[in-house]
T-cell receptor, first 110, second 113 residues
């Protein structure tokens, strides 16, 4: 069983839609949760970081962590064509070893 | 410009021929890490280093070696590459204590025939 599961998509939405991206995990020791965005032919870049459970908001992006369900989400409001990318969730229990999901490819249509 | 650089960016080689992929960062970061990215499997951590001469295994270290003799460099060594090591490789760095915010290099596409 993989440590982190993520639906690969692709997910196609119209501009302005609310997007929900999700990951599930099996290791209850994970306490650091991250979302990275990866454009085609580029390295990933950090979008959001959350420690333990709860919500965190940054502009149009909201990250949620539900440790009881081992489930994390990233919401994108008012999605833009420039948000079209692959979104990777990542987790860690010790801040040294990291486990990534396989990524969800998002396409926002103008 | 603050950046992580990798060389080469593309490499086609044959089974068993030793190769090294270099990674260098100019941000004075303590923590550096290597990942491979494969379709359907996502990013998987190969090795990481918390500082000079301190390295440890990630999730998929088999068939790889690393060294950290200088703070800025973290080369990835494949002593006897095999076709199952064909992949896209990323190096990343970050200050210690902020390892959630890893800065990734541009990637190295490796094909082993």
């Amino acid at each position: 069983q993989k440590e982190v599961e993520q639906d690969p998509g692709p997910l196609s939405v119209p501009e302005g839609a609310i997007v929900s991206l999700n990951c599930t995990y099996s290791n209850s020791a994970f306490q650091y949760f991250m979302w990275y965005r990866q454009y085609s032919r580029k390295g990933p870049e950090l979008l959001m970081y959350t420690y333990s459970s709860g919500n965190k908001e940054d502009g149009r992006f909201t990250a949620q962590v539900d440790k009881s369900s081992k489930y994390i989400s990233l919401f994108i409001r008012d999605s833009q064509p420039s948000d079209s990318a692959t979104y990777l969730c990542a987790m860690s229990d010790d801040f040294n070893k990291f486990y990534f999901g396989s990524g969800t490819k998002l396409n926002v249509k103008p | 410009e603050a950046q992580v650089t990798q060389n080469p960016r593309y490499l086609i080689t044959v089974t068993g021929k030793k190769l090294t992929v270099t990674c260098s960062q100019n941000m004075n970061h303590e923590y550096m890490s290597w990942y491979r990215q494969d379709p359907g499997l996502g990013l998987r951590q190969i090795y990481y280093s918390m500082n000079v001469e301190v390295t440890d295994k990630g999730d998929v270290p088999e068939g790889y070696k690393v060294s950290r003799k200088e703070k800025r460099n973290f080369p990835l060594i494949l002593e006897s590459p095999s076709p199952n090591q064909t992949s896209l490789y990323f190096c990343a760095s970050t200050p210690l204590g902020r390892t959630y915010e890893q800065y990734f290099g541009p990637g190295t596409r490796l094909t082993v025939t």
